[in-house]
């Protein structure tokens, strides 16, 4: 039996996000990845079932990063407008300096695979953010709606400034995070 090696690991997942971001799902196959990778395709399935697993794993790893990255230096006893602007501003850090992850939390979102792929894993992630607004509600800092909606309305346009920037068509950078951030917290103030 082969042992597995976290660097090809590593390999593979950069490699499939490379390969996804550049030629789509549909065009993306095992044996592509592997050969982006440095890899033996045999190899790829040393590590992952198929390539459905593959994709699960990858998005699960990269939700992971993202979540650390999100409640890095966050504290559940920190008055909620200060943890909210930490963790708004922490996933702003995430999208500008991992471009390639967070284009391919966008495409993998928008496919139906996620339907079939680590839905209850990846949610579990981010359950501070949910008792964060939920902790707002209760202060009546938030409006009384439910919590998906309010998080739906502060983080994702978020989202698609980040698309609109690298898209080209929004020049967005660090100096407009503060104002991000204060229309993010207006969008759902009480």
């Given at each position: 039996?082969?042992?597995?090696?976290?660097?090809?690991?590593?390999?593979?997942?950069?490699?499939?996000?490379?390969?996804?971001?550049?030629?789509?799902?549909?065009?993306?196959?095992?044996?592509?990845?592997?050969?982006?990778?440095?890899?033996?395709?045999?190899?790829?399935?040393?590590?992952?079932?198929?390539?459905?697993?593959?994709?699960?794993?990858?998005?699960?790893?990269?939700?992971?990063?993202?979540?650390?990255?999100?409640?890095?230096?966050?504290?559940?006893?920190?008055?909620?407008?200060?943890?909210?602007?930490?963790?708004?501003?922490?996933?702003?850090?995430?999208?500008?300096?991992?471009k390639d992850e967070f284009l391919f939390i966008e495409q993998f979102t928008n496919s139906p695979l996620l339907q079939n792929l680590c839905l209850e894993e990846s949610g579990s992630l981010f359950n501070p953010i949910y008792e964060l607004f939920e902790q707002g509600k209760r202060q009546g800092l938030f409006k009384q709606e439910?919590?998906?909606?309010?998080?739906?309305?502060?983080?994702?346009?978020?989202?698609?400034?980040?698309?609109?920037?690298?898209?080209?068509?929004?020049?967005?950078?660090?100096?407009?995070?503060?104002?991000?951030?204060?229309?993010?917290?207006?969008?759902?103030?009480?």
């Amino acid at each position: 039996m082969r042992l597995k090696d976290d660097n090809k690991t590593e390999a593979i997942f950069e490699a499939t996000i490379q390969l996804l971001n550049e030629i789509g799902f549909a065009e993306t196959s095992m044996s592509k990845i592997a050969k982006r990778a440095g890899v033996s395709a045999a190899t790829i399935y040393v590590y992952f079932q198929n390539k459905e697993d593959m994709l699960g794993k990858l998005y699960l790893n990269v939700k992971q990063k993202m979540s650390r990255r999100m409640f890095q230096g966050f504290a559940d006893t920190a008055p909620v407008q200060e943890g909210f602007e930490l963790v708004v501003r922490n996933y702003l850090e995430f999208i500008l300096n991992n471009k390639d992850e967070f284009l391919f939390i966008e495409q993998f979102t928008n496919s139906p695979l996620l339907q079939n792929l680590c839905l209850e894993e990846s949610g579990s992630l981010f359950n501070p953010i949910y008792e964060l607004f939920e902790q707002g509600k209760r202060q009546g800092l938030f409006k009384q709606e439910d919590t998906r909606l309010l998080i739906t309305y502060a983080m994702f346009p978020l989202a698609q400034l980040a698309k609109d920037h690298y898209n080209g068509t929004f020049p967005f950078d660090r100096s407009k995070m503060s104002t991000v951030i204060q229309m993010s917290w207006d969008a759902i103030k009480a």
